[in-house]
């Protein structure tokens, strides 16, 4: 059975401090690993990392992925209150038969909390 | 560009009662999926459809059906309603092929509470 753990659970930081969110996996027949901010409604795609080892960036938010250590990392720089959010991790496997993807195995999520 | 629709909003159901949560997009994909997700617990997969005329069971596929109506189309229904079912329902789709990797898109989901 695919599995995906988050760490922490929750977290509460001030304004202008740095995160880092955790993400480890077992899953067989790896495909990619997605990173979605969940705010009052809809989770939103932030990153999808197929490959080891190269960084994925978009403004103060960044992420990679480690296969052989089988975890991914968010950071999360520059923290502002817009931030606070529950961070979900998914991983997709290759479905071998048939073909097609058979959906995303989702972590709990981080719960963040940004003070001012 | 309005994605992926979910209706209705909200709905109280009474134990036993039935009813249908519809879901459309508007992107052309593939695959699209019904998840749940319970505080504490994320998000889990109820059933996919990979392409149009197939269904499959997710992870939590007991007292619920689907039907992929069309491309376009793809309801969940609860045929007697329980507590356990209590929960926030998404809808979400994919381009989906075996060769095409890309992120789900997600509906604004349904807050059902039965009673």
């Known amino acids: 059975e695919d599995k995906v753990v988050q760490s922490p659970l929750s977290l509460v930081v001030h304004e202008g401090d740095t995160v880092t969110l955790n993400c480890s996996y077992e899953?067989?027949?790896?495909?990619?690993l997605l990173w979605y901010k969940q705010e009052k409604k809809a989770p939103t795609f932030l990153f999808m990392l197929?490959?080891?080892?190269i960084e994925k960036k978009s403004g103060r938010l960044s992420s990679i992925l480690d296969k052989k250590e089988l975890f991914s990392i968010l950071n999360i720089t520059a923290t502002q209150t817009g931030d606070s959010a529950v961070y979900l991790c998914?991983?997709?496997?290759?479905?071998?038969?048939?073909?097609?993807?058979?959906?995303?195995?989702f972590g709990k999520g981080t719960h963040l909390i940004i003070q001012p | 560009n309005a994605g992926v629709t979910q209706t209705p909003k909200f709905q109280v159901l009474k134990t036993g009662q039935s009813m249908t949560l519809q879901c459309a997009q508007d992107?052309?994909?593939?695959?699209m999926y019904w998840y749940r997700q319970d505080p504490g617990m994320g998000l889990r997969l109820i059933y996919y459809?990979?392409?149009?005329?197939?269904?499959d069971k997710g992870e939590v596929p007991n007292g619920y059906n689907v039907s992929r109506l069309n491309k376009r189309e793809f309801s969940l229904r609860l045929e007697s309603a329980a507590p356990s079912q209590t929960s926030v329902y998404f809808c979400?789709?994919?381009?989906?092929?075996?060769?095409?990797?890309?992120?789900?898109?997600f509906g604004n989901g349904t807050r059902l509470t039965v009673t």
């Open positions: 998914a991983v997709e496997a290759y479905v071998l038969s048939g073909g097609g993807a058979d959906g995303l195995t």
């Open positions: 459809s990979a392409s149009e005329g197939t269904t």
């Open positions: 992107m052309n994909h593939n695959s």
């Open positions: 979400a789709s994919k381009p989906g092929t075996v060769s095409l990797v890309g992120p789900l898109h």
């Open positions: 197929t490959s080891s080892g």
């Open positions: 899953v067989t027949n790896f495909r990619s």
